[in-house]
């Protein structure tokens, strides 16, 4: 599969952007779908993971109340809408497919394939 990842930027604290990724192939509604981010000398963290249908979702503490991951199986696409912006969630931010369908999509061991990443840059 091939993840592309699109609509990082700069944006000042308190601000919004909306993070899309489209895959590629026929298969996306049975596959659960990540975000992740990583900044410069910290590990890759879990953002937000939503299942294949699209009923379950689950986000990292900082960001929960925050961020919106959601799904549109129709356009093989997933979404992270993120509001209330700070300047820690500076990173480079990554979409991931699990690695078997019908799986997981809360921890990064379920996801085995990645996009390209897109910068996010908020500054204070």
């Known amino acids: 599969v091939q993840l592309q990842a699109s609509g990082g930027g700069l944006v000042q604290a308190g601000g919004s952007l909306t993070l899309s990724c489209t895959a590629s192939g026929s298969t996306f509604s049975r596959y659960s779908m990540g975000w992740f981010r990583q900044s410069p000398g910290k590990e890759r963290e879990f953002v937000a993971g939503?299942?294949?249908?699209?009923?379950?979702?689950d986000y990292e503490d900082s960001v929960k109340g925050r961020f919106t991951i959601s799904r549109d199986n129709a356009k093989n696409t997933v979404y992270l809408q993120m509001t209330s912006l700070k300047p820690e969630d500076t990173a480079v931010y990554y979409c991931?497919?699990?690695?078997?369908?019908?799986?997981?999509?809360?921890?990064?061991?379920?996801?085995?394939?990645w996009g390209q990443g897109t910068q996010v840059t908020v500054s204070s």
């Open positions: 939503i299942s294949w249908s699209g009923s379950r979702t």
């Open positions: 991931a497919q699990s690695r078997n369908q019908y799986s997981g999509y809360s921890r990064v061991t379920n996801f085995g394939s």
